[in-house]
């Protein structure tokens, strides 16, 4: 990939055409105001004019990926979960999922943080947690259940939370478990998402191309943090916001603008 010093702007992006674009929400389609603006709306539909297929892609369940979507204006598929879960939207349907089964994984964190709060995200979009929480973009219809009950059947997402390790955070549980090898993503520094292993973005979004007969070189994607940094890297183009931390500018090739939403809108008026 381009290296940090010489990511360029949007301008290159006048000769190329995507045949899909994959665009992450939380701190890049949606604003701060927790809008999508009205130039991003009207940049979506110029480019599904032009015969572009144009995805969401995020770390929120479904049930929080539609409502932004029909906002935006983006009605045909998402990929929800970091990768673990395909749908489409308008009707909207869970058209595949990738599961794991739990047991031995929480257990194995429990031991550690016997104080924490674990969720898991089951295959039809639904949150089961042991202690109630609230997360904007994850739970819709969470329901609070023991701890053991977590175990019983097969999850595409486990979530752990601990007020007492607000200091330090959980990055040592992550490293003494290898939970390197599984996709997750430190969203404070006392929270934990962890994903089936292998799975990401990108390995969802070559499943879609895949199922449409899109040559993933003929793609694009706009994203912001870590979860997207392999996103970044598959796209034949990967846009980074321009509000991204300096580490992510080796996963992408082109740099847009920083605001939340116009940066989306900004790179998809610089294409053909």
């Not at 927790?34 to 110029?46: D, F, K, L, S, Y």
């Not at 259940?145 to 007020?163: E, G, K, N």
């Not at 040592?172 to 292993?197: K, M």
């Amino acid at each position: 990939m381009t290296t940090m010093t010489s990511l360029p702007d949007i301008s290159v992006l006048h000769d190329f055409r995507p045949e899909l674009i994959a665009i992450d929400l939380d701190d890049t389609l949606l604003a701060h105001s927790g809008m999508v603006p009205a130039e991003t709306v009207a940049a979506i539909a110029r480019v599904k004019d032009l015969g572009v297929e144009v995805v969401a892609a995020t770390g929120r369940s479904f049930g929080t990926t539609a409502p932004v979507c029909a906002a935006a204006g983006i009605d045909s598929w998402a990929v929800c979960s970091n990768g673990a879960m395909l749908a489409t939207l308008d009707p909207d349907e869970i058209v595949e999922t990738l599961a794991f089964d739990p047991a031995e994984l929480l257990i194995a964190i429990r031991d550690r943080v016997p104080e924490g709060m674990y969720a898991v995200e089951d295959t039809d979009g639904v949150f089961r947690t042991n202690k109630m929480f609230t997360h904007s973009a994850l739970t819709e219809g969470i329901r609070e259940v023991s701890f053991d009950a977590l175990l019983t059947q097969p999850v595409i997402r486990v979530v752990v939370r601990s007020d007492a390790h607000m200091d330090e955070g959980l990055g040592h549980i992550a490293a003494e478990l290898g939970l390197h090898s599984v996709v997750f993503g430190v969203h404070d520094v006392a929270w934990l998402d962890i994903g089936p292993q292998g799975v990401s973005k990108a390995t969802m979004l070559q499943r879609l191309c895949d199922r449409l007969g899109i040559d993933p070189a003929r793609t694009m994607a706009i994203g912001d943090s870590m979860n997207d940094a392999a996103m970044l890297e598959w796209a034949g183009r990967g846009v980074l916001m321009g509000h991204a931390i300096p580490e992510m500018h080796r996963h992408a090739d082109v740099l847009t603008t920083r605001e939340p939403g116009y940066g989306v809108a900004d790179a998809l008026n610089a294409l053909p």
